[in-house]
Structure formats: structure tokens, C-alpha cells
């Protein structure tokens, strides 16, 4: 297997644009996390799926992001406007069990938006 | 606040020593989690440990779980120059897994 896909790998975009950020899980892998890392809040987990249903998006900053998975092999995290402070890496992960069981993460995105 | 908090933040060791890296948690977990990330790249998970283990061994990785005191520690023996990453202890608490801000760990030549 690949492993976790993401892309694009580099994404540097202008205030107020859209974003939109797209993960391939491992093949089998029910659940999928995506998650953002700083510097200053370190990784938080923003969302996470299980066969394609959303079930706890508690950690989504704002209503400017969105994230979907229309099948099983392919998620997007979408922000719209993007913010300056949005400026971070965004890592996509799958595992077979939530959080009992090891995260297989992706190469992540690192998100620039000036 | 982090569920997880590693400690010594930073850590500078020369090659062949070994490393040790602490984690403390705040609530009860079923399990705990020991991850790697190289510059630039994604986490790597290393180790898992349940809260009815007290030592687990993989290669040159060794931890422990002292659920009594709420801390785990990942020791690195004989450490490498590819060994130079950040580790991160991460816990399962509250339906979530909450990962610490990590231990950037350099080896030294």
C-alpha cells in the first residue's frame, strides 16, 4: 500500500481565497483524522470520520472550514476565506480503530496564506 | 491545556548515548502512544502501550507507564544520528486522542 496521500504537498495562496486540501486513506481504514500543527498550538485534531461520517468536529476552528468524505477513498478539508493565522501544516491520518490502534499519518500539507 | 506534556522540550545527546523523554498526562486513558516526526514529514507511530502494561520493548525503544503517577517515558538506547526528530506522546482521553507538544531530540556525531 501507498500509505496515507496528500495533496497537494505545498499550498501558498492570498487572503480570502479558498482552500482545498484532499487525503487518500489506506485502503481498509474505516477512520480518518485530519489534523493541523503550529508551532504555537502544536497538533490538534480537527475532525475525524468513520465510514465516511463525520463524527466529532468539535476541534474545527471555525465555520470557515469544512470537511467532507464522499467515499472512502477520498477526503477534503476545504477553508473558505482562507486567514493569515490558518498558516500551518494539515496532516491527514486513517487507522483501522479510533484510538486504540496506531494513526498511519500522511506527509501533511504546509499551508501558507499571505 | 495538553493532555499530554513531554518533558525535556528540547534534548542534545551525543551519538551512542541514550535518550530518555518523559510524558505526564492529566486524566485516565486505556492506552498510551509513542510517535516520531522527521523534519517536514508526517508522525510515525513507534509504540503502543495499554494502561495494563507497565514496560513494552521495540528495538532500541524501550517504555514504561506509571499510571499511578500518570507518566510514561520512551528511552532510546544506543541512539543514531537518524534517531535527530521531535517525539510526541499521544492519549486517548475523552473520546479523543490528544498528542503533546513534543521532544525535539538532536544526536550529535
Known amino acids: 500500500d501507498a500509505g496515507v496521500i496528500q495533496s497537494p504537498r505545498h499550498e501558498v495562496t492570498e487572503m480570502g481565497q479558498e482552500v482545498t486540501l484532499r487525503c487518500k486513506p489506506i485502503s481498509g481504514h474505516d477512520y480518518l483524522f485530519w489534523y493541523r500543527q503550529t508551532m504555537m498550538r502544536g497538533l490538534e485534531l480537527l475532525i475525524y470520520f468513520n465510514n465516511n461520517v463525520p463524527i466529532d468536529d468539535s476541534g474545527m476552528p471555525e465555520d470557515r472550514f469544512s470537511a467532507k468524505m464522499p467515499n472512502a477513498s477520498f477526503s477534503t478539508l476545504k477553508i473558505q476565506p482562507s486567514e493569515p493565522r490558518d498558516s500551518a501544516v494539515y496532516f491527514c491520518?486513517?487507522?483501522?480503530?479510533?484510538?486504540?490502534?496506531?494513526?498511519?499519518f500522511g506527509p501533511g500539507t504546509r499551508l501558507t496564506v499571505l | 491545556s495538553q493532555q499530554g506534556e513531554e518533558d525535556p522540550q528540547a534534548l542534545s545527546i551525543q551519538e551512542g548515548e541514550n535518550a530518555t523523554m518523559n510524558c505526564s498526562y492529566k486524566?485516565?486513558?486505556?492506552?498510551l502512544q509513542w510517535y516520531r516526526q522527521n523534519s517536514g514529514r508526517g508522525l510515525v507511530h513507534l509504540i503502543l502501550?495499554?494502561?495494563?502494561?507497565r514496560e513494552k520493548h521495540s528495538g532500541r525503544l524501550r517504555v514504561t507507564l506509571d499510571t499511578s503517577k500518570k507518566s510514561s517515558s520512551l528511552l532510546i538506547t544506543a541512539s543514531r544520528a537518524a534517531d535527530t526528530a521531535s517525539y510526541f506522546c499521544?492519549?486517548?482521553?475523552?473520546?479523543?486522542?490528544?498528542f503533546g507538544s513534543g521532544t525535539r531530540l538532536s544526536i550529535r556525531p
Open positions: 486524566t485516565s486513558i486505556n492506552n
Open positions: 499521544a492519549t486517548d482521553a475523552s473520546s479523543k486522542i490528544i
Open positions: 491520518a486513517s487507522s483501522t480503530r479510533p484510538f486504540t490502534d496506531t494513526q498511519y
Open positions: 502501550i495499554r494502561s495494563n502494561e
